[in-house]
């Protein structure tokens, strides 16, 4: 009886989870709304820590949530300033990251893990 290779090979370790149920899922989504985008790299950061994406994304996102606030604070200093693309940034910035958030354990998606 020969016997093949393949059935006692070890199987290839499981990626790392982000979200132990649905309930962590949902509240780590809403971090950056609730936040208004002030939290937003938070559950990229934790991603990274657990293993689940690679550094160099969440560092992305930290560097892009300085960026977009900083650009949004400098645009409307002046308390009367009826700009509209500032709020429009930050709003850009808090629907993006709640839903890469929601993305971190989708099996589709492989960039940055």
Known sequence: MATNPYFNAPLAPARPRMFASTFAKVVWTIVPVVTLGMCAAVPFVVAAVKGVVKPWLAITYVVGEIAIIGVAMAMSPDPSDSN???????????????????????EKINIGK
């Open 84 to 106: 509209p693309l500032a709020g429009f940034l930050l709003v850009i910035l808090i629907i993006t990251a709640a839903t890469h958030t929601a993305l971190l354990d989708n």
